[in-house]
């Protein structure tokens, strides 16, 4: 195992900048989609506000929310 500054050991620090990043791209995209489905009709999920700026707006918060929290 290498050891970074402060005695962090950097194999972790990769793995978890790994995971960050495939779910920074998965995540989000997943989240698209499924707005995507509920504006056309194939899902039970709305609320009624399914103004494009406001999908955008919704998907900007849902990813900075996760990452915030996770």
Do not use: C
Not at 9 to 19: E, N, Y
Not at 21 to 31: E, K, T
């Amino acid at each position: 195992m290498k050891w970074g500054l402060g005695g962090t050991p950097t194999t972790h620090l990769k793995v978890q900048l790994r995971a960050i990043s495939v779910n920074f791209l998965i995540l989000p995209a997943y989240q698209l989609v499924w707005d995507h489905l509920s504006i056309m009709g194939y899902t039970k999920v709305t609320t009624g506000n399914l103004e494009p700026l406001t999908v955008v707006r919704d998907i900007f918060l849902w990813m900075l929310v996760f990452e915030l929290t996770w």
